[in-house]
């Protein structure tokens, strides 16, 4: 995976910076980032410091990844090989397409390597993050999940792109 170490200010700096949050309001997420050990974006939203969409617009900018809405997803799953459906809806990624030997996906946490890397290692592509909405992404994973098992609620656990 092409992971390039890039000179980046932290996201509190930006949110200060472009006046998103206070001095005040930052110290108050940090101290209870600490209690809880969530990361900083799902508190400044659970607080309502900030709104989902501000925040998408921040971190997109933020992490160089363009941001993609439910209105670009894919209709039908897209097939993939090698990946466990519960990876995917716990990492909340939902691919989008292949082409020329790379993935694109929709994720609600473009900066989470470990997904990415994992995602590399059991497809054999190269992984293209897209900044997607945690909600959208897991609607279209359940939906394509409830296309393909339409007898149960939850399905038996298996995608259409495995």
């Known amino acids: 995976m092409e992971v390039q170490a890039v000179e980046r200010k932290p996201l509190e700096d930006l949110l200060l910076g472009r006046g998103r949050?206070?001095?005040?309001?930052?110290?108050?997420?940090?101290?209870?980032?600490q209690e809880r050990g969530e990361r900083i974006e799902r508190l400044l939203l659970d607080l309502g410091f900030i709104s989902e969409d501000d925040?998408?617009?921040?971190?997109?900018?933020?992490?160089?990844v363009p941001v993609i809405g439910r209105k670009e997803f894919p209709q039908t799953p897209v097939a993939l090989q090698g990946v466990n459906p519960q990876f995917l809806k716990h990492a909340k990624i939902l691919p989008l397409e292949i082409q020329d030997?790379?993935?694109?996906?929709?994720?609600?946490?473009?900066?989470?390597?470990?997904?990415?890397q994992g995602l590399e290692v059991a497809t054999g592509l190269?992984?293209?993050?897209?900044l997607g909405?945690?909600?959208e992404i897991l609607a279209a994973l359940e939906g394509y999940d409830s296309a393909t098992?339409?007898?149960t609620d939850e399905g038996d656990?298996?995608?259409?792109?495995?």
């Open 21 to 33: 949050i206070s001095p005040d309001d930052l110290r108050k997420v940090r101290m209870l980032q």
């Open 55 to 64: 925040l998408i617009s921040l971190l997109s900018e933020h992490l160089g």
């Open 101 to 116: 030997g790379t993935l694109a996906v929709a994720m609600a946490d473009p900066a989470d390597l470990y997904s990415l």
């Open 126 to 130: 190269s992984v293209k993050p897209r």
């Open 133 to 135: 909405r945690e909600k």
């Open 149 to 151: 098992n339409p007898s």
């Open 157 to 162: 656990g298996t995608l259409a792109y495995i």
